[in-house]
């Protein structure tokens, strides 16, 4: 057997440790794509529907590109995929590449609105009317995943939008792997519940993520699992099942239906912004309150979650009194 093999070069026989290989090692190419057309029943609009699961401009989980096309990053159930969506006249083109390919495409028709029905919305304001008639493309998304919304949910309590893209962006390129298949660089999926309960204190700290709410994702991810049970019920037993969770409350719960249920009634309650926008919009009302703003879209009910997108998108928001938010940052202290 000693004579039978070349030995292989090491660190210790070639000088500065570098093996020459001739022609180099070929580099591999990504595996084909699945593949998926859908045919949706009405207009679609790609950057209306799935833009809500945009976390910030550097989401490493979301990527639109100049062609109209959307890649996303999700971990399934299946495990890691990469998915890309773009749009041909009336159809809709679906690729996916990694274990979790079959199920994002099988998921693809939910994920662009197939279960929203937006014919049963009545609109009740001119507001509202206008907004629809220029936005036929809208409808609401269903992941069918609850911790990919669940924890950029939580990161955005109580602080500004920017810190929050800041730290999911911060966690996700670091702790999270890469998205399988050609996606644009640097695109990864998020982590597993397990890696995400074991990153440490002070890297939360340096992502400028306070105790409270690591502590409340520490807790989420202990219970994954039942989390993405929640799925299979109803949107308002979902709520209940998440508001379990010591600091998860109805503004987090109903952020995160809207995504992984396509809730069109889910209405966010405790929000900093939403209930001045839709009392200036509706009643001209700036300084509304949640229960205010919960009278004025009382004729919407069933369809409240709807009725307040087509609100932020008509673009009557009122203008700023005072200055902006101060954004902090925790990391460096």
């Not at 949910?153 to 998205?179: F, H, N």
């Not at 949640?290 to 919407?300: K, N, T």
């Amino acid at each position: 057997m000693a004579g039978r093999f070349t030995p292989r070069p090491t660190r210790t026989t070639v000088r500065g440790g570098h093996v020459a290989v001739p022609g180099g090692i070929p580099r591999q190419a990504p595996a084909p794509a699945r593949v998926r057309t859908w045919v949706p029943d009405g207009p679609l609009d790609l950057g209306l529907v799935l833009g809500p699961l945009r976390r910030g401009p550097g989401d490493p989980t979301f990527r639109a590109m100049p062609d109209g096309s959307v890649w996303r990053a999700s971990r399934t159930p299946a495990g890691p995929g990469t998915l890309r969506v773009g749009a041909r006249g009336t159809e809709v083109r679906g690729e996916a590449w990694g274990p979790g390919a079959e199920w994002l495409l099988e998921q693809l028709p939910e994920l662009l609105g197939a279960a929203d029905d937006p014919s049963v919305f009545v609109p009740r304001h001119r507001v509202v009317a206008m907004a629809r008639h220029r936005r036929p493309g809208l409808r609401l998304t269903r992941t069918g995943l609850v911790m990919e919304s669940l924890i950029p949910s939580i990161l955005e309590q109580k602080v500004t939008t920017d810190e929050a893209y800041r730290a999911w962006r911060l966690l996700v390129r670091k702790y999270g792997e890469p998205a399988p298949g050609p996606a644009p660089g640097r695109m990864c999926v998020i982590p597993d519940a397990r890696t995400w309960a074991l990153i440490p204190s002070w890297e939360w700290h340096r992502a400028g993520v306070d105790n409270k709410r690591a502590s409340t994702i520490l807790r989420a991810v202990r219970v994954a699992a039942r989390m993405e049970e929640a799925t299979r019920m109803t949107p308002a037993l979902a709520q209940a099942r998440l508001e379990v969770v010591p600091g998860v409350g109805p503004w987090t719960s109903a952020e995160v239906v809207q995504r992984s249920h396509g809730a069109p009634d889910a209405v966010t309650v405790g929000d900093l912004h939403l209930p001045g926008i839709v009392g200036f919009a509706l009643a001209g009302d700036r300084d509304a309150d949640d229960s205010v703003m919960l009278e004025l879209l009382e004729p919407y009910a069933g369809q409240r979650h709807r009725a307040a997108r087509l609100i932020l998108l008509s673009g009557r928001v009122p203008g700023r009194r005072a200055p902006r938010m101060p954004r902090g940052d925790i990391g460096r202290l």
